[in-house]
């Protein structure tokens, strides 16, 4: 017995050896990357911590006001700063992007794509359309940007591709059906171009995040009974324990990708959630039904219309939000002139 516990300590002990080996074997020092969705949030926190590793880094958003605040603030770290406006679903704007960084910062070592969307409410307020741009955002526009760095990436033999997709892309979270769809479409384009590109040296790391406290809440969108939609949202990425801050995600995310880890899931529960589905799938999907028959709200109030976050707060009380009001303000969420706490008097339920 003392022998299998020694043996399984060394075990262990040595795995943990190698993942600090391989993390540190990739040194992010003049490298290129290239960050979509890279101006506020879980990006933006990552541009940052790249900077400060000696990293070329390149951003992009489609709002050019948002763009230009990201720059304000990355260019006083470091000169090796790009960030511009581009809508990542249309091809040519990509292709556009892509040789910009090229002339300016030198050819994509490490892509990372995070640019998303996030709109909540139950199936009955679900347009066409709603599937449509979560699938442009997602999953095209992670194509795209993948096609347009991949042949300088081969012709060194060697690079870095990161997909953040969400524990939405492992388990069917209710109420948020077009983001579930798109996000396990892109775990699996993810997934398989790490098949495909792995003998040419080429890494990709599927990132699957649990609930994170990035200010995102303030720009996803909620329909039918939006305040309510809100505040169950809001609630899960501000409780501790059950979020992490983005500064220890994007840390968590730069190491897997030093290391070429295959797959990334964090938080605790986001993990635990993956295992039982991957054991359990009939109960984790019924439990699910469970929690939206029971627990979210009913079809109504805005119905097919949808309201960001900033302007669904209602009575949740500012105090419960604190932590990712916060990080929101830190990270470049917050609309200039529009304080997180406000709420539209438009907005009704």
């Not at 079809?299 to 949808?306: C, D, F, N, Q, R």
Request: aromatic share 6%; proline share 5%.
């Amino acid at each position: 017995m003392n022998r299998t516990l020694l043996m399984a300590g060394l075990g262990l002990a040595g795995l943990w050896a190698y993942r600090q080996w391989r993390r540190h074997s990739y040194d992010y020092r003049d490298k290129t990357v290239l960050i979509t969705g890279g101006t506020r949030g879980l990006g933006l926190v990552m541009a940052r911590q790249l900077l400060a590793q000696g990293a070329r880094v390149a951003v992009c958003a489609r709002e050019p006001k948002e763009v230009d605040r990201a720059f304000a603030e990355l260019q006083e770290s470091s000169g090796h700063v790009l960030a511009v406006p581009c809508d990542v679903t249309d091809r040519q704007r990509v292709r556009e992007l892509a040789a910009l960084v090229r002339h300016r910062l030198g050819p994509v070592d490490v892509l990372i794509n995070d640019a998303g969307i996030i709109g909540v409410g139950p199936l009955e307020t679900m347009r066409l359309e709603d599937f449509e741009a979560a699938m442009r955002t997602h999953f095209w526009a992670s194509l795209f940007t993948t096609l347009e760095v991949l042949p300088d990436m081969r012709a060194r033999r060697s690079g870095r591709v990161v997909n953040i997709t969400s524990i939405g892309g492992k388990v069917p979270v209710p109420h948020m059906l077009p983001y579930v769809a798109s996000k396990y479409a892109q775990v699996g384009l993810s997934e398989g171009l790490r098949v495909e590109l792995a003998s040419e040296g080429i890494s990709v790391t599927t990132v699957v995040p649990g609930l994170m406290r990035t200010g995102s809440h303030l720009h996803a969108e909620f329909k039918g009974q939006h305040r309510k939609e809100y505040a169950w949202f809001a609630l899960g990425d501000a409780i501790p324990g059950m979020s992490t801050s983005a500064e220890n995600a994007a840390r968590q995310i730069l190491d897997a990708a030093a290391r070429g880890d295959a797959e990334l899931v964090f938080t605790l529960p986001a993990r635990v959630a993956v295992a039982l589905h991957g054991l359990c799938p009939n109960l984790v999907t019924n439990l699910a039904g469970l929690v939206e028959r029971w627990l979210l709200p009913d079809p109504g109030g805005i119905g097919t219309e949808a309201l960001p976050g900033r302007d669904s707060r209602g009575a949740l009380p500012g105090a419960v939000t604190t932590l990712i009001d916060r990080a929101a303000a830190r990270n470049n969420e917050l609309v200039p002139g529009v304080h997180p706490s406000t709420t539209a008097a438009a907005s009704a339920l």
